[in-house]
């Protein structure tokens, strides 16, 4: 681990870097935010409760929800790290609101009322008698709003924001324990700086002076973040999504590599939430290009009915996703069709061999798939009606770099994956096989956004270069390399490309 993090260390601080400035912009704007809230609440009483009442529903919505609906949006919407910044400064207020109302009407009435009697205005009395008596209650909402901020921040990096959050989710898609603990340790101390910083101004003689100190030394580190950021040339930069999982930061990778190889400038903004997340940044032109599966886009997307072969189905997305504003590439080369998988052992217990053997077991089998399969065309409802059985056991929801784990820890009986997985063969696991053909094609093709094509000469002809080089084999190797190996997904990708004569340098 030690050698790990040494390895990494350069981007592991830039990470740390990025993370405490998500946190110290959405505190601090939170701050300007929710402190003349509250003060607004004690002078209009009429208004605390239907303020509390919105800052704690908005505190309710989960965080990957928050951000799907923040997407769209005009102006605020799109992905990295303003969206993130807005969303951490909605689930800041609350804490900052309640405690700068309660402070203030916490103070003393007579002293309230001896200030009155010496003349001062509201406004004064506010500014010298209030505030200053109710600034530790104050402090400590933001306190507790910014370690709030510094464990959701950690999510922010689904939408491209960038944080510890990058290696946590590349951990949990990769499966590996060093990348999530390298995220979460570091996240995990960050808190508790910020808590035990935060309670020292607090707890301070002096906190108003002590505050200020605080405030002048995080505007300080905010201007120095700006200040360090690396100045761009007038030329456009090309932003590359993926969703987040293996194959897809792998095939991110190669169309970055192959892109830069031809002289184009790339952002990268991979391991993103998912399917929804990815189609809407790509609308919204907020990434230029990413890997989308044609039976994912068909059923999932457009909400249309499994069925038709290869070309069929790539003929109607293109179709359909023209109006759109976007562009369907050649297929890259494999389908990546779903997989139902069991341990070798279950196999050959049951004598499950394909898909229409599960019917015989449904009443006891364990079943472990990601929460988006239970709601697609193409999913969990559709594959139990077209195969005739229900399950006795609700499945288990997770995470999908979380589902072979406990596959193999025996915790579920069979789980959702992808032909394409490496874990599979790395662990001699056994794919059932679709006997009544349920599963659409799933060719993997990129997405562009057509209206940046003009702004990116260059953008198409790189993306096209990769169809047709990418088979089934290859693909499950190069999952393997990165899953079982532990090979970092951008050097597994340029190797794949140096191999098959795509990169010129």
Do not use: W
């Amino acid at each position: 681990m030690l050698s790990f993090l040494a390895e990494r260390r350069a981007e592991l601080g830039l990470l740390t870097a990025q993370h405490v400035v998500l946190v110290l912009l959405s505190t601090a704007l939170a701050v300007v935010l929710g402190v003349p809230l509250g003060i607004l609440m004690t002078r209009r009483r009429g208004l605390a409760r239907p303020l509390l009442a919105l800052a704690g529903v908005l505190q309710t919505i989960p965080s990957l929800a928050l951000f799907g609906f923040l997407i769209p949006l005009p102006v605020v919407g799109g992905i990295g790290a303003r969206i993130a910044v807005i969303a951490l400064v909605l689930y800041a207020l609350l804490p900052i609101l309640r405690n700068t109302y309660t402070g203030i009407l916490q103070v003393d009435p007579a002293v309230v009322e001896a200030a009155t009697g010496l003349g001062m205005t509201d406004s004064q009395r506010l500014r010298i008698v209030e505030l200053p008596l109710a600034l530790p209650v104050i402090l400590a909402g933001v306190r507790i709003a910014a370690v709030v901020s510094v464990g959701t921040a950690t999510i922010a990096a689904a939408v491209g924001a960038g944080g510890l959050g990058t290696y946590v989710f590349r951990g949990l898609a990769t499966v590996d324990t060093r990348l999530i603990l390298a995220g979460a340790v570091p996240a995990a101390l960050l808190a508790l700086a910020f808590d035990g910083l935060l309670a020292r101004v607090e707890r301070s003689p002096r906190p108003g002076r002590a505050a200020g100190v605080l405030a002048v030394l995080a505007l300080v580190t905010l201007m120095a973040a700006g200040l360090a950021r690396p100045a761009r040339s007038g030329q456009r930069v090309v932003v590359v999504g993926s969703k987040n999982f293996t194959e897809q930061v792998v095939l991110g990778e190669m169309l970055a590599a192959l892109l830069e190889d031809r002289g184009l400038a790339v952002d990268r903004r991979l391991n993103l939430g998912g399917t929804q997340l990815c189609h809407e940044a790509v609308r919204a032109g907020q990434i230029d290009v990413y890997v989308e599966y044609t039976g994912t886009a068909l059923t999932d997307i457009l909400k249309r009915p499994a069925g038709g072969d290869r070309a069929a189905v790539l003929r109607e997305i293109r179709e359909a996703y023209a109006p759109l504003g976007l562009r369907v590439g050649e297929p890259l080369g494999f389908n990546n069709t779903f997989a139902l998988v069991v341990r070798p052992d279950t196999s050959r217990r049951l004598g499950l061999i394909r898909i229409s053997d599960v019917a015989r077991h449904a009443d006891t089998l364990r079943v472990g798939l990601f929460g988006e399969f239970l709601e697609r065309a193409d999913g969990l409802p559709g594959l139990m009606k077209a195969y005739g059985f229900r399950l006795a056991v609700p499945p288990t929801e997770m995470d999908l770099g979380l589902l072979y784990q406990a596959l193999l820890a025996d915790r579920v009986d069979v789980v959702v994956g992808s032909a394409t997985d490496g874990l599979i063969a790395a662990n001699g696991l056994v794919v059932l096989e679709d006997d009544r053909h349920y599963f659409p094609p799933y060719d993997a093709v990129p997405v562009m956004h057509a209206g940046h094509l003009d702004a990116h000469p260059g953008l198409e002809a790189a993306v096209s270069a990769l169809a047709g080089r990418v088979d089934e084999d290859a693909m499950r190797r190069l999952n393997y390399a990165v899953d079982s190996q532990h090979r970092a997904p951008a050097a597994v990708a340029r190797e794949f490309l140096r191999s098959a004569g795509l990169l010129a340098r």
